[in-house]
């Protein structure tokens, strides 16, 4: 379970910040803990629906909680009151301040699918020299194929990253995505339901969390 502490707000509300959890959970939709409330406490339960919740905290990382509804709250004997909100997008990285999102491509990670595609950059050399082992290793970009589809056009997008202290390990990694770009920026929602029929991938009864790189319009 991953867990995201830190102060919760609407964005036209921005002065009226409440600390809060948001929990997210392999197969269960994430939700948000609120010590508070982002609206008028004890509305009916399914009249409350916020489009956007913004986040913040200490490291100072920006969370989007996007298509939001309140699913529980409660009072106290001290008069507080503490609120419960599913949301069924998580953006993390941006602060969007309203609908509608829209994203020039984005790009999704599955297991193993760097092992189906076989595309890779990373090259590795160890000989032996003169009773020495000499290691070397180098990255260069594989030309990733791509293929239109009606408005879309699907692809291979690769990401490396180099990790480690440089000291005691260097790690070389090539990250393997399916890149999917349509002709004009589209809101997330048309990624899902008008894109190219993945739904093998990330749609389903049960909502699967899978990781997504995304390209502002």
């Given at each position: 379970?991953?867990?995201?502490?830190?102060?919760?707000?609407?964005?036209?509300?921005?002065?009226?910040?409440?600390?809060?959890?948001?929990?997210?959970?392999?197969?269960?939709?994430?939700?948000?803990?609120?010590?508070g409330?982002?609206?008028?406490?004890?509305?009916?339960m399914?009249?409350?629906?916020?489009?956007?919740?913004?986040?913040?905290?200490?490291?100072?990382?920006?969370?989007?909680?996007?298509?939001?509804?309140?699913?529980?709250?409660?009072?106290?004997?001290?008069?507080?009151?503490?609120?419960?909100?599913?949301?069924?997008?998580?953006?993390?990285?941006?602060?969007?301040?309203?609908?509608?999102?829209?994203?020039?491509?984005?790009?999704?990670?599955?297991?193993?699918?760097a092992?189906?595609t076989?595309?890779?950059?990373?090259?590795?050399?160890?000989?032996?020299?003169?009773?020495?082992?000499?290691?070397?290793?180098?990255y260069?970009?594989?030309?990733?194929?791509?293929?239109?589809?009606?408005?879309?056009?699907?692809?291979?997008?690769?990401?490396?990253?180099?990790?480690?202290?440089?000291?005691?390990?260097?790690?070389?990694?090539?990250?393997?995505?399916?890149?999917?770009?349509?002709?004009?920026?589209?809101?997330?929602?048309?990624?899902?339901?008008?894109?190219?029929?993945?739904?093998?991938?990330?749609?389903?009864?049960?909502?699967?969390?899978?990781?997504?790189r995304?390209?502002?319009?």
């Amino acid at each position: 379970m991953l867990e995201y502490p830190g102060w919760w707000w609407l964005p036209d509300k921005a002065d009226m910040k409440v600390a809060g959890v948001l929990r997210i959970q392999p197969e269960e939709t994430p939700e948000l803990e609120l010590i508070g409330s982002l609206h008028e406490p004890y509305l009916p339960m399914g009249t409350v629906r916020p489009p956007i919740v913004l986040r913040v905290s200490t490291s100072c990382m920006k969370i989007t909680l996007y298509k939001c509804s309140l699913v529980g709250e409660r009072g106290s004997s001290l008069g507080t009151v503490s609120a419960k909100l599913h949301a069924q997008f998580v953006l993390e990285g941006f602060h969007f301040p309203s609908p509608p999102i829209l994203f020039e491509s984005m790009a999704m990670g599955f297991q193993h699918l760097a092992d189906w595609t076989r595309l890779t950059g990373l090259k590795a050399h160890a000989d032996l020299v003169a009773e020495e082992l000499q290691f070397s290793a180098s990255y260069r970009p594989p030309r990733a194929p791509a293929v239109a589809v009606g408005e879309w056009t699907i692809g291979v997008d690769l990401e490396f990253a180099e990790e480690g202290d440089s000291i005691s390990s260097i790690v070389f990694k090539q990250r393997t995505a399916i890149q999917v770009t349509p002709n004009t920026p589209r809101s997330l929602e048309s990624y899902l339901d008008d894109g190219p029929r993945t739904q093998g991938a990330y749609r389903g009864e049960t909502w699967r969390w899978f990781t997504v790189r995304v390209r502002l319009s």
